[in-house]
């Protein structure tokens, strides 16, 4: 396996478990488990992962089974609702995730700090993986190494992710930023939310907290509000900061308070790329 993150770590469960000798080589020397904020699984898929054995029947989870649209009152600073539809989803910590995936490889081979320099085939067909322990030989090889995968190269060359012309901002709040707002907390322990703004919109949902969040317990009294807030900078705004004065101008006066709350600190901004891969394996 070429990468360890989710993909990687969910692969090697599934070639561990089909007899494979697999060892996955993963680039980051760091913990994954820091990396991310919030994602949503939907319930039938958690449920298949943890009936299978590859996700704890531990790992909090914080389902909800409402979705609200929300918008600006036209000409005010209130919340407005527009629709409250059925919309059960698992929203999910993604380090708690990976971590939960991560322990299911266990007895796999994990090599941490091992950027993979190249993969090439060999004449009896096998695949050569070069990394700074020189060069190693496997009959599969996985490219689990992420978006900007180098993998890929091999089934598709020249194959480039297009870029989408909006970004995403990411955030994972502590509770206490909406300690002001108690209604918006009760609408959250129940739902999650669709904010809509002109271009774009922003969704935001509860997770679990990790063991350093909140009270550090795995129940019900540690969460996160997470959110992904897709838009457009302006030509020339810096995309980091942008996420607050989009908030200012477009979210209810409630809305822009907790996401101001967040700091920077707490926020991703990623560019979004399409990719559409005419194959994804080859003998
Ligand atoms: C905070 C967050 C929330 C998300 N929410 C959702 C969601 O709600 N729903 C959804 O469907 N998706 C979501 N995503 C998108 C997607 O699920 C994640 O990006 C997920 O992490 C993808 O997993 P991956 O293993 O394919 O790739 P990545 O997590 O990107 O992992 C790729 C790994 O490969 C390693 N690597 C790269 N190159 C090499 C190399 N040459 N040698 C060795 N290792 C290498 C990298 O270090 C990395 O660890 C979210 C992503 C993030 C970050």
Redesign the pocket.
């Known amino acids: 396996m070429?990468?360890?993150?989710?993909?990687?770590c969910a692969a090697a469960v599934a070639g561990s478990r089909a007899g494979a000798d697999v060892t996955v080589?993963?680039?980051?020397a760091a913990e994954?488990q820091d990396?991310?904020?919030?994602?949503?699984i939907p319930p039938p898929l958690h449920e298949e992962l943890v009936g299978s054995g590859y996700l704890d029947t531990d790992m909090p989870t914080a389902p909800v089974g409402t979705r609200v649209w929300l918008t600006r009152e036209p000409g005010g600073r209130s919340a407005r609702e527009l629709a409250r539809q059925a919309s059960p989803v698992t929203p999910c910590n993604?380090g708690l995730l990976w971590r939960s995936l991560r322990a299911s490889a266990g007895g796999v081979r994990y090599l941490r700090g091992?950027?993979?320099?190249s993969v090439r085939h060999e004449s009896a067909g096998l695949a050569v993986i070069a990394s700074t322990r020189g060069e190693e030989a496997y009959d599969v090889v996985v490219g689990?190494?992420?978006?900007a995968?180098?993998t890929r190269q091999l089934l598709a060359p020249g194959l480039r992710p297009e870029p989408a012309p909006y970004m995403v901002w990411?955030g994972a709040i502590p509770l206490g930023a909406l300690a002001g707002h108690p209604r918006e907390l009760d609408l959250l322990r129940g739902a999650w939310v669709t904010l809509g703004f002109p271009g774009g919109h922003g969704i935001f949902y509860l997770i679990p907290g990790g063991p350093q969040d909140g009270d550090g317990s795995t129940g019900a009294s540690n969460r996160l509000l997470a959110y992904?807030i897709y838009g457009r900078p302006p030509e020339g705004a810096e995309p980091g900061p942008y996420v607050q004065e989009l908030a200012k101008e477009h979210f209810p006066a409630a809305w822009a308070d907790i996401v101001a709350r967040g700091g920077r600190r707490a926020t991703?901004c990623h560019p979004v790329a399409d990719v559409q891969a005419p194959r994804v394996a080859r003998p």
Not at 2 to 8: D, E, F, T, V
């Open positions: 070429i990468g360890g993150s989710i993909a990687g080589y993963e680039r980051s994954l990396r991310g904020f919030g994602i949503v993604w091992q950027p993979v320099a689990a190494d992420g978006h995968s180098a990411r992904a991703a």
